[in-house]
């Protein structure tokens, strides 16, 4: 579910994974792994995603529905 939240939450905004990565400083491959659920993402990471989405880490993982902290 975190690998479709992610996708969906980028491409709500209109960024490519490589703009997402500028923005964030992450490479854009890494963004492209977790996306495709090829690699698990550190717990910073996540929290990073969630702050910059304004979302709740819940709802990043999946584990609820309620799009807003």
């Not at 579910?1 to 209109?14: I, P, V, Y």
């Not at 963004?31 to 989405?53: C, H, T």
Request: glycine residues 6%; without cysteine; positive net charge.
């Amino acid at each position: 579910m975190f690998s479709a939240r992610l996708k969906e939450l980028r491409k709500e905004k209109g960024l490519s994974a490589t703009q997402l990565g500028k923005e964030l400083n992450i490479s854009y491959q890494a963004i492209l792994l977790w996306e495709n659920g090829e690699r698990d993402i550190k717990l910073s990471y996540a929290i990073m995603l969630a702050k910059y989405f304004d979302v709740s880490l819940d709802y990043l993982a999946g584990l609820s529905d309620e799009y807003k902290k």
